[in-house]
């Protein structure tokens, strides 16, 4: 028996080997399906190898990249909310290793086609690795801490969920992989559909901001955009799906042009160093998403590859790339707000109301709970 996703045929007998060979069983259901999604998304990349669909130039590594970006996100919440109320002793030290994690992915995640085999290959190893010293054994540990205190992880999920206190995505082909693994039904039901709760975690985890007000305001609305479209995925309805998707096309033309605008005239402005190789990224950004536009009458998984080219961007440029002047920013910041302010003022930059009022909420969302 095998299970096929986005034409790739993974026999269950090989996940349900490497699941049982490494003993990653928690018993936390929402966690065992992220875990069992992550060996599914292994073996894709083991599958892809052997077959040479890299060296035939027809095999697309930001779709993984993309689903390792959704594990780190929804994995790592709900993991770190369970540690937290446990009050679990090496929380510190389990949360830096998902930190590592989430800093793998920022620097490996590709928009586009990959060039490179050794990326692939690193990557395998890398999440191997992660089956076997951190599931397997640091995972298992925090477990074994609270159940050892008579403490009820699924109790305390269950209520994390049925309160909306945290924000889950849950695919059809995750519960179907999770019943065909460990023969039985993921009966918890997620039906949250809270967009700035959604962008809030990937704005946390991914460590988005780069200090710029205008910039983060900018950014903030692409993962809106982002998580708006993926959403539209469950939409029933063709026409309605048709015309989010137009809309997106749109909003996201609009963000690329006034976005580039103002970061690009900040660099020139602060001489940044690499600003003619961070500026051609943007150019190769462009283009991509004018060739997806070209495509969307006539390909069916458009909306999908957007998303796709949406976060891998936010992940690999945004939260990496953009990182990078963020010292040189921190020390021409009064220049920098000045220049900015008197761009506004002449309406060189624009300043959406929608934009700002997204940024205002999370902004005030995120300080709260920095107090709390």
Do not use: C
Not at 22 to 44: E, K, S
Not at 67 to 73: A, G, K, S
Not at 234 to 239: A, D, F, T
Request: aromatic content about 12%; charged content about 30%.
């Amino acid at each position: 028996m095998s299970i096929a996703i986005e034409n790739r045929k993974i026999r269950i007998g090989d996940i349900k080997d490497l699941w049982r060979k490494n003993h990653l069983q928690l018993d936390i259901p929402i966690i065992d399906m992220h875990h069992i999604w992550l060996i599914y998304l292994i073996l894709v990349l083991e599958n892809d190898l052997k077959l040479g669909n890299f060296k035939t130039g027809n095999y697309n590594f930001h779709q993984i990249s993309s689903e390792l970006i959704t594990f780190t996100i929804n994995n790592f919440a709900i993991e770190e909310e369970i540690i937290k109320k446990f009050k679990y002793p090496q929380m510190n030290d389990h949360f830096n290793q998902h930190t590592l994690f989430v800093n793998y992915i920022k620097e490996n995640t590709v928009v586009g086609k990959i060039k490179k085999l050794e990326v692939i290959e690193d990557t395998i190893f890398f999440l191997k690795n992660w089956l076997n010293e951190h599931i397997k054994i640091e995972d298992r540990s925090f477990v074994d801490y609270t159940n050892k205190n008579g403490q009820d992880i699924n109790k305390f999920v269950k209520r994390l969920i049925d309160n909306d206190y945290i924000s889950l995505k849950v695919t059809e082909k995750q519960k179907k992989l999770y019943y065909y693994i460990l023969q039985k039904k993921f009966d918890i039901k997620i039906e949250s559909k809270d967009i700035v709760s959604e962008v809030i975690k990937f704005w946390k985890t991914y460590k988005l901001g780069i200090g710029i007000p205008i910039l983060n305001m900018q950014n903030l609305w692409l993962v809106k955009l982002m998580i708006e479209l993926e959403y539209s995925f469950e939409q029933k309805n063709p026409l309605i799906r048709k015309d989010i998707l137009r809309r997106i096309f749109r909003e996201v033309e609009v963000y690329y042009r006034e976005h580039f605008d103002v970061e690009e005239s900040i660099l020139r402005g602060m001489n940044f160093p690499g600003k003619i190789e961070h500026f051609k990224k943007h150019d190769d950004i462009k283009e991509l998403i004018h060739s997806h536009k070209k495509q969307m009458e006539t390909n069916k998984e458009m909306p999908r590859e957007l998303a796709v080219t949406l976060k891998n961007w936010l992940v690999s440029h945004v939260s990496f790339e953009d990182k990078k002047f963020k010292k040189l920013y921190s020390k021409n910041k009064e220049s920098v707000t000045k220049f900015v302010k008197q761009k506004i003022i002449d309406k060189k930059f624009i300043i959406h109301p929608e934009q700002l009022n997204l940024y205002s909420v999370i902004k005030v969302m995120l300080e709260a709970e920095a107090e709390g």
